[in-house]
């Protein structure tokens, strides 16, 4: 052992060992962080620090692979020169700054997602406007550069003291006695590399252990490589003509009938009656968990005008969001579909034209909007949108829509903002386009349905000045700033004309944390509904379960509409008591909530049946499955999937 850093390789060696024990360090902080979540299972942590050890190990040796041929073959009469020091002070400088902001970066993305790097950390990469400005306005960036650049000189000066540098330049082994040491290192990046995966982690129904037993920048790599998973690949299968069966039969209300009669056809003619239009704005507020409510237990006060407004709407009580992420919530608005198993559909290729929401508006003679306070190019929102056939209001960085995508685009003009940080303008700026809008179409006699997507309740936190009593920087305070705003824009709303021909439908996209004990947290997906100023309006609680696709389907019943739909979405008040159902999912774990069972599908083609319990909505295993709501689950996630894949979810 003690040869290992005495020698050509003692650099590569240290620098392999301090990443292998960093890598435990945090681990051993994440342990902490979340003992409150963990399964106390003695074999399954140490289980969970060994995997850990060898997810350590492999990236460790990938991180240094190309250093190891370096020293292999550079020639004897070069080590210890000026380019070999430039290249060893250069590569590992690179390397240590890659490694130190890696781990330190995994403390705040689990502090927000409870897990280690995913597809999430993937799509920061892209949107780099948006991510380096939250990261600047979150974060002391000044001292976080300063930090990480005194540890890299600090592990060169313990490096030198140790004199493994001072072994490095000097001793001029030939080849062959450097293949004693290149080779195994190599051997362990190239076998590791391959023979590792994720999955092997996923031993156990506890999320924090099975996070534990990762290494992050494993993680980020596997993320990248199942961006979008193939369904049939992945998933536990019924044969499709069984899968159309068992969906249709769960979709059909009594007020449809299928369109037409071939197996995978699952459009329905929907039968209205005492038809309303209003104009509708569907306002979806960034990371409103039901946890804020008074109606849900806050204590708080930090929602009165969403707590007022309850009370004189129709409010959904026990509706779930079906992911973790806005794309989810979007998805779920417009689509009207299960979470299927990868990105959301927002953000794949192809994703225009889709029969949705839009689709059923447009029929009726409504121009939709959706306005969002920063650049739609984030997360694809504007390709997909815009390839729904919705007019975009948005802030307009110069990120261009693709060539393919006909609408019409309008910025927000820099003197039509107050404050703005990161992720876009503040809630009560993003209001005033949406009535600015609202009026331009009343005065065209144009029926409007208009997305609105807040920002304010995002990291970091901060909104205008002197409008609530809470300090910037905190989640509450940036809650009660955008309950603060949706008050003021219906107080300014009611002074226009079109008020009252408009019906406000208030949501979130999901809630502001999923982290917790399980792979699918369900009480982190419980958010709130209102359905407000509909015509002959009337107030009522539904405390029937109720899925985030169900929402806009449940709205149309209330107007009357007669429509065809091929949604996966049904009006809560015609579906059958006992047959309510909530999806849930996050980009590899798929579920369905009905009653009190939970079933429960992954990539590794388990499935799994849980018991839901108390406040918490705890969860424990079934041994004895119950194969109708097996086959139920799987025909849902199984045909959404093979029906955007083969485009059949494109309007006719």
């Not at 609105?452 to 901060?462: A, L």
């Not at 979130?508 to 982190?524: K, L, P, Q, T, V």
Request: charge should be neutral; glycine fraction near 6%; proline fraction near 4%.
């Amino acid at each position: 052992m003690k040869k290992l850093f005495n020698g050509r390789f003692s650099t590569l060696f240290g620098v392999l060992s301090l990443y292998v024990f960093l890598s435990f360090m945090v681990r051993i902080i994440l342990l902490i962080w979340s003992v409150k979540d963990l399964d106390l299972n003695i074999m399954h942590i140490l289980r969970a620090f060994f995997t850990g050890f060898a997810f350590d190990l492999t990236m460790g040796s990938l991180f240094l692979a190309l250093y190891t041929v370096y020293l292999l073959l550079i020639p004897r009469k070069w080590i210890g020169s000026l380019l070999d020091k430039c290249f060893t002070y250069f590569y590992l400088s690179l390397l240590l700054f890659i490694i130190y902001f890696s781990l330190l970066a995994e403390i705040p993305f689990w502090e927000e997602f409870g897990v280690r790097f995913n597809f999430i950390a993937i799509d920061y990469l892209i949107y780099t406007y948006e991510v380096f400005e939250n990261i600047d306005q979150s974060y002391p960036l000044p001292l976080i550069g300063a930090v990480l650049i005194g540890l890299i000189i600090l592990t060169f000066f313990l490096f030198k003291k140790l004199d493994i540098f001072k072994n490095t330049f000097s001793v001029k082994n030939p080849i062959r006695h450097r293949l004693i040491y290149a080779v195994p290192v190599l051997t362990i990046a190239v076998v590791l590399g391959l023979v590792m995966k994720n999955k092997q982690a996923d031993f156990t129904d506890n999320l924090v252990v099975n996070e534990l037993g990762k290494n992050g920048a494993f993680s980020f790599v596997s993320a990248y490589q199942s961006n979008e998973l193939d369904y049939e690949i992945f998933y536990p299968t019924l044969p499709e003509k069984e899968a159309y069966s068992v969906l249709k039969q769960d979709l059909l209300q009594d007020n449809q009938k299928y369109f037409t009669e071939t197996n995978d056809g699952i459009s329905r003619v929907t039968q209205g009656n005492n038809e309303h239009r209003p104009n509708i704005i569907l306002i979806t507020i960034e990371s409103f968990s039901g946890e804020f409510l008074k109606a849900f237990g806050n204590k708080d006060n930090i929602t009165p005008n969403y707590d007022r407004l309850a009370d004189q709407s129709i409010f959904f009580t026990n509706l779930y969001a079906t992911g973790t992420r806005t794309v989810r919530g979007m998805e779920a608005l417009m689509l009207s579909v299960p979470p299927t198993p990868g990105n959301s559909i927002v953000r794949r290729p192809d994703n225009q034209e889709l029969f949705s929401v839009s689709a059923i508006v447009k029929a009726k003679n409504y121009q939709p909007y959706f306005i969002y306070g920063g650049d739609g190019y984030f997360d694809n929102m504007n390709t997909f949108f815009g390839g729904q056939g919705f007019d975009i209001v948005d802030r307009d960085r110069g990120n261009p829509l693709p060539d393919n995508i006909k609408t019409d685009r309008f910025q927000i003009k820099d003197n039509e903002v107050t404050f703005e940080n990161a992720w876009g303008i503040c809630d009560e700026d993003l209001y005033k386009q949406s009535i600015k809008y609202a009026d331009k179409s009343t005065k065209a006699n144009q029926p409007f349905f208009q997305f609105v997507m807040t920002t304010s309740n995002h990291k970091p936190f901060t909104f205008p000045k002197g409008k609530i009593d809470l300090p910037q920087g905190d989640r509450n305070a940036a809650v009660k700033y955008t309950d603060y705003a949706l008050g003021k824009f219906l107080a300014d709303a009611k002074t226009k004309s079109w008020f009252k021909n408009t019906v406000f439908v208030i949501v979130a996209d999901h809630c502001a944390n999923s982290a917790g004990r399980w792979e699918i947290n369900i009480a982190n997906h419980h958010i709130p509904a209102i359905i407000y100023n509909l015509p002959l309006q009337k107030t009522e609680k539904i405390n029937r379960l109720t899925s985030q696709i169900d929402l806009m389907p449940t709205l149309f019943g209330y107007l009357g509409w007669s429509y065809t739909t091929s949604l996966y979405g049904k009006d809560i008040n015609q579906t059958k008591v006992g047959d309510e159902r909530a999806f849930l999912g996050n980009y590899r774990t798929l579920g369905m909530l009905k009653g009190t069972i939970f079933t429960q599908i992954d990539d590794r083609r388990r499935v799994e049946q849980f018991i839901v319990s108390g406040a918490s909505q705890s969860l424990s295993e079934v041994k004895s499955k119950n194969d109708t709501l097996i086959s139920r689950t799987i025909s849902y996630y199984q045909t959404a999937s093979e029906r955007f894949k083969n485009g059949k979810m494109k309007e006719k």
